[in-house]
């Protein structure tokens, strides 16, 4: 039986353990905070196969450029002189080309779709209720720009065998007739779902810790023990675990935990929001997405949650109110019923995604340390490719081909 450490308890780490368990190997999982906290907890909570395109992408560059300097824009760049953001950055407007992107898009198509397949089956499983629903997701747009935008996504994703259907403002209605929509009308993609994170990670922790996995949190890794191309244990603020296998999950905070291995992992900490209100007047059924505010509401049991904004400011992750009502301000305009007064009564979070230049994670062996494996990088989609990567995680531990290509993928891309 392998002996697997997993750095990182957050969805993918998770995840990581169910399938290196139910694949019998012995499994701890080693925490900074407690299992699950941060983005794995307050996120969106979409499982998107819609999102296809990574987030470097053809006019982004452009878009960020406009947006960068604005506090109050979806996208902000905290002014700083950061070496490590610099490079990121210029790597960033390399990777935004369109045939890296062409190349990522089936990619990513092809880990969302496993992934929801995936995700069928951890609901099936007794005692792991969490709110997933096979809703799909609607995309409102407000300004004929955003229509363009996502017009042109939609004709994408037909063309790539993801259902989308355009709606006017009377079809929106239709769809969802509890609803008022002020949007100008939307792109319905079916194939889409969507669960509470906090269940999720809940009951699946419950499940993995029954069929044995071990869970250490409020312990940070501090430290490698290694061999010549191999890792033989980690130092933590715990103690020493030793291990036949290393799996690196450990979110935005990864490059920290490898930096004494001197390894390469390109990422940064993009600071999103999330604002989650109990029993609002207005409940939609389907999530959707607000396309020029770069916004997600997500139905949640009796609960609404709004998330979004992407902003690079290192590890800060305090609350800036001045974002937080230019997230709630921006709903109005697609969605009758939900003022930003009202919305402000809701639980505010910030937190941290780990974002890497190119939009793609990294997963796969290192190439100096054959038995560590990385798990992170997944940005704004680490929820809806958390059961895939945690599959691939165990096809690679058993050496097995894996299931997905991971060429794109390999977490030593940018040595």
């Known amino acids: 039986m392998k002996n697997i450490l997993v750095i990182g308890g957050g969805a993918v780490g998770l995840c990581a353990a169910h399938s290196l368990r139910a ?176 269940l999720f990670v809940d009951r699946l922790r419950a499940h993995v810790e029954k069929e044995g996995v071990r869970f250490v949190s409020s312990t940070r890794v501090t430290g490698f023990v290694t061999r010549p191309s191999g890792i033989t244990a980690v130092t933590t603020t715990g103690g020493t675990y030793a291990a036949d296998e290393f799996v690196l999950a450990g979110g935005a905070w990864s490059p920290l935990i490898v930096r004494s291995l001197r390894l390469q992992i390109p990422m940064q900490p993009g600071k999103g929001y999330s604002v989650t209100v109990r029993n609002p007047p207005v409940l939609p059924r389907i999530p959707m997405l607000l396309e020029e505010a770069r916004v997600a509401v997500t139905p949640m049991g009796d609960r609404l949650r709004l998330s979004g904004t992407m902003e690079l400011a290192g590890f800060d992750t305090s609350i800036n109110a001045r974002r937080v009502r230019a997230l709630l301000g921006s709903v109005p305009a697609y969605l009758g019923g939900l003022g ?57 531990v058993h050496g097995r081909v894996p299931s997905i290509d991971l060429h794109l993928l390999r977490p030593d891309r940018y040595r």
């Open 23 to 198: 694949s019998g190997c012995s499994v701890t999982v080693v925490e900074r905070g407690e299992i699950g906290e941060g983005a794995s907890l307050h996120n969106a909570g979409l499982i998107v196969p819609s999102h296809f395109v990574p987030l470097a992408a053809p006019g982004m560059v452009m878009l960020g450029l406009r947006w960068m300097l604005r506090p109050d824009s979806p996208f902000y760049i905290k002014p700083r002189l950061d070496p490590d953001l610099l490079t990121w950055l210029w790597q960033f407007a390399q990777a935004s080309t369109s045939g890296r992107t062409e190349r990522a898009i089936p990619l990513l198509r092809d880990m969302s779709i496993a992934s929801l397949a995936l995700y069928d089956e951890l609901a099936s499983m007794p005692g792991m209720e969490f709110g997933f629903r096979r809703n799909g997701l609607l995309m409102l747009f407000r300004t004929g720009h955003g229509r363009e935008g996502s017009l042109g996504m939609a004709r994408q994703a037909s063309n790539i065998g993801i259902e989308a259907r355009v709606l006017d403002r009377d079809g929106l209605q239709e769809i969802e007739p509890g609803v008022s929509f002020t949007a100008l009308g939307g792109v319905y993609y079916p194939g889409d779902a969507h669960m509470t994170p906090a």
């Open 340 to 396: 930003a007064r009202l919305l402000e009564k809701g639980e505010i979070w910030a937190g941290l995604r780990p974002c890497t230049p190119d939009g793609l994670p990294f997963i796969g062996r290192f190439r100096n340390y054959d038995n560590l494996i990385a798990a992170t990088g997944h940005a704004m989609v680490g929820m809806s490719l958390a059961p895939i990567t945690g599959k691939l995680v165990a096809e690679i």
